[in-house]
């Protein structure tokens, strides 16, 4: 299973940003998938998570209302709408897979698969 994540990159605080994150080896369409990222000098923290069936959403306190994760399956890609972004969005973003598909984790020890991290830094 590999997972890759893109689109990250500079935008201005208050912009919006869209990364993706593509999978191959899992159909991501049968499986939950949680977005994280990590400041430097700081933990890993939840950002969101899917199900599996794109029904169910939930999101980390400090990106609710400004993120928004979808599917499309046809490309077997989940992405990660980011909106409003502060400063402190400023950090590397993960995307990862359970090793049970159905498995809706909000914490790093619920996900086996992770993708390499694509950087997103917001200027003020």
């Known amino acids: 299973v590999q997972l890759q994540a893109s689109g990250g990159g500079l935008v201005q605080a208050g912009g919006s940003l869209r990364i993706s994150c593509v999978a191959s080896?899992?159909?991501?369409?049968?499986?939950?998938l949680g977005w994280f990222r990590q400041a430097p000098g700081k933990d890993r923290e939840f950002v969101g998570v899917i199900s599996r069936s794109g029904g169910s959403t939930t999101y980390g306190s400090s990106v609710k209302g400004r993120f928004t994760i979808s599917r499309d399956n046809a490309k077997n890609t989940v992405s990660l709408q980011m909106d409003s972004l502060k400063p402190e969005d400023t950090a590397v973003y993960y995307c990862?897979?359970?090793?049970?598909?159905?498995?809706?984790?909000?914490?790093?020890?619920?996900?086996?698969?992770w993708g390499q991290g694509t950087q997103v830094t917001v200027s003020s």
């Open positions: 990862a897979a359970p090793d049970s598909c159905g498995r809706y984790s909000f914490g790093v020890l619920g996900y086996k698969y």
């Open positions: 080896g899992i159909t991501l369409s049968n499986c939950s």
